[in-house]
């Protein structure tokens, strides 16, 4: 789950991570109200969504008056904002966050994420902030410091020193600053089971000190049942509502932009099926995964939700029956093709224990839109002939 | 031969009297697994599927001599029960409870390897030796004995690549679901070493997907030490990136973890790489009758 930047702000700042002051608003009247109540001259407006790239979408706005933060507010406020990450369509724009100016002598970048070879945290930095640190680890790679911390030890001073040597910094003052700020971020990373935090850019300011300009938190969802507080951060409107309802049924669904339904038992399996369609030459309209135990209520509910996508002309079931047999998992999908109107043809492929008692009992059911397959090559070639109107 | 686990591994179950736990321990004695009892704290001295449920694991091992442990215990308590192995001088954990938090298999995993205890999964289908012995969740009739290994991410995957290796007329020695996860436990490089070794195999399915760099690594490690014919498939060939696709580690990173970039080192390394899981028994005809 990730959440919004003045929400991972919230997060540093119960740290005491610096972070520049600001308060979030839902509306322009609130954003000029709370640039009344920071103060100062100079302000900056700053769309909420759940990607990045922002800034250069046109979601980040410097304001120097108070009509500017209204005319500013105004205008991100509602917008469709496309970044890099956001996909084409982009995304509404619902809250912005009203930030103090500040001064900028210097732009860093600093990260704490699972290093998954080393199977434990690593800190990254790097002089290059304000850069997409992708490009950075293409162009310039030396100018990343990378420092494993091992959680069963912690962050020891050594940690620390690499870290500050490691982006040239030769102020003692500062040094401190700096490796206070990533010991911190370093706590923040293990105590809220977080899948990674980036802040970029860190600032370094004017008067050498270090603050969170940007935030952006992701955590484990396996973890969050013991995080009541994140959870409580979750913001619904960023998540795909078909995804969102098909975890509701334990289901794990994603939406692509081909012709094929998808609906298989396992992850692994379900992305072969997707792989193989392409392969004979069909596109895929999604990714489910129905779960080991597929039964006819799953089933149903797999097909309600691909079938809300408009462009779906053939389905393709393909599951693979183990410890639940193929004999029962036929009937459920029988099932489910009488609770739910499937009107594109649907291609079944069970494989595995009883799978011919299975193909018999969708033989016998006899109908005409239900086309059974011997394997997974024979069904997803079927398939990608019923896309296209040949089967 | 095969590895890891025989029809002689006495085998403990953490989590025996739960719902999930009976299931499949049941469904392991009844393929012919030898799980000799169980762990549930709180109801030790009952018995349970008849076999004797024990409070902890240090009691499990001293009263039965187990030495692998298959862990059942739901997602949050998962870390401490694999510690708890590993503190008993249980020798292997297959972990097959999916959705366990990652900072706990971490601590957990750097656990296990300090006290020489090896771990499979989480997040698994487990581990079966055809005709012997079944650690897992997998669909034991599918996996009839031959002289195939295979290590896979995905659990339908590996029942799939089972199921067209016995189509093809060929057999299983033994297969390895090492789960989807960021954090797992034995790996590529260790079980294609296992299976190098094992007389029995001849030769090595390997099915992958997008996400992180193990897939990457067996590359290297088959280019320098494996000399039996691997047979690979990778999956997500076709996932968008940024995407979570079910499994916790399967996710591309950027440019990273592309099924592309696995599938280049692995046909670099002069493995049999098949574009569709639909492909792995012909492969491995193809491989074998060379």
């Known amino acids: ?391 | 031969m095969s590895i890891l686990v025989n029809k002689d591994t006495k085998v403990i179950v953490q989590g025996f009297t739960g719902g999930e736990g009976t299931f499949h321990a049941q469904q392991c004695m009844d393929y012919g697994t030898n799980i000799v009892g169980g762990v549930t704290p709180g109801k030790g001295g009952q018995e349970h599927l008849g076999k004797p449920v024990f409070n902890t694991v240090a009691e499990a091992v001293a009263a039965t001599g187990a030495t692998v442990s298959m862990v059942f215990v739901p997602p949050a308590f998962v870390g401490d029960a694999v510690m708890e192995a590993a503190a008993a001088g249980i020798e292997l954990a297959v972990i097959i409870t999916e959705g366990a938090p990652v900072k706990d298999m971490q601590a957990a995993k750097a656990f296990a390897v300090k006290n020489g205890m090896k771990t499979i999964g989480p997040n698994c289908p487990g581990i079966i030796t055809a005709g012997e012995c079944k650690i897992g969740i997998m669909p034991g009739n599918i996996f009839k004995k031959g002289n195939v290994g295979l290590i896979s991410k995905s659990g339908t995957l590996t029942y799939e690549g089972a199921n067209q290796v016995v189509n093809e007329g060929y057999g299983i020695t033994t297969a390895v679901g090492i789960g989807g996860d960021p954090i797992i436990g034995l790996s590529y490089k260790q079980l294609l070493t296992e299976f190098q070794n094992d007389p029995e195999t001849e030769a090595i399915v390997m099915i992958g997907e997008i996400g992180g760099d193990l897939e990457i690594q067996a590359a290297a490690f088959i280019k320098e030490n494996v000399t039996k014919p691997v047979v690979a498939f990778i999956a997500g060939q076709s996932a968008p990136p940024g995407k979570r696709m079910g499994h916790a580690g399967a996710i591309i990173s950027g440019t990273a973890g592309t099924a592309k970039e696995k599938m280049d080192a692995l046909e670099a390394a002069g493995v049999k790489v098949v574009v569709s899981p639909a492909e792995i028994g012909k492969a491995v005809k193809e491989v074998l009758s060379k």
């Open chain 1, 1 to 391: 789950m990730n959440i919004h930047e003045y929400q991972a702000k919230q997060v540093f700042a119960e740290y005491g991570v610096p972070t520049p002051r600001g308060i979030i608003a839902e509306s322009v009247e609130q954003a000029v109200e709370n640039a009344k109540e920071l103060g100062g001259n100079i302000w900056v407006v700053k769309a909420q969504i759940h990607a990045g790239g922002r800034g250069l979408g046109g979601g980040v706005k410097l304001a120097k008056s108070l009509d500017e933060v209204k005319t500013l507010a105004d205008e991100i406020l509602g917008m469709t904002l496309v970044t890099h990450q956001t996909g084409p369509e982009g995304k509404l724009v619902q809250k912005v966050y009203i930030e103090e100016g500040a001064d900028i002598k210097d732009e860093l970048y600093l990260s704490v994420v699972l290093d998954r070879a080393a199977e434990m945290p690593i800190i990254m930095a790097s002089t290059e902030g304000g850069m997409d640190i992708e490009t950075v680890a293409e162009k310039t790679p030396e100018k990343i410091v990378k420092i494993p911390v091992d959680p069963a030890f912690g962050f020891q001073a050594y940690h620390g020193r690499a870290l500050v040597f490691g982006l040239g910094i030769t102020d003692k003052a500062e040094q401190k600053k700096m490796i206070n700020f990533a010991k911190k971020l370093y706590d923040v990373y293990m105590d809220k089971d977080a899948e990674m935090i980036e802040i970029n850019p860190l600032i370094k300011t004017g008067s050498g000190d270090f603050i969170a300009l940007d935030g952006k938190m992701g955590f484990d969802d396996s973890a969050l049942g013991r995080h009541p507080d994140i959870e409580a951060m979750r913001d619904i409107s960023e998540e795909d509502p078909d995804e969102r309802e098909a975890s509701q049924y334990g289901l794990s669904y994603i939406a692509l932009d081909g012709e094929i339904g998808c609906m298989v038992n396992g992850a692994g399996l379900a992305m072969g099926t997707m792989d193989t369609i392409n392969y004979m030459g069909g596109t895929p309209a999604n990714f489910l995964d129905v779960g080991g135990t597929a039964n006819a209520e799953t089933v149903a509910k797999g097909f309600e939700i691909i079938l809300k996508n408009p462009n779906v002309k053939a389905i393709f079931v393909n599951i693979f029956g183990g410890i639940v047999r193929c004999d029962r998992i036929a009937n459920g999908i029988l099932e489910a093709t009488k609770l739910v109107d499937v009107n594109v043809p649907v291609i079944v492929r069970l494989d595995g224990t009883n799978a011919p008692e299975a193909a018999d009992i969708l033989k016998n059911a006899n109908i005409d839109n239900v086309i059974a397959a011997t394997d997974l090559g024979d069904g997803a070639s079927k398939a990608v002939a019923a896309a296209k109107g040949e089967l």
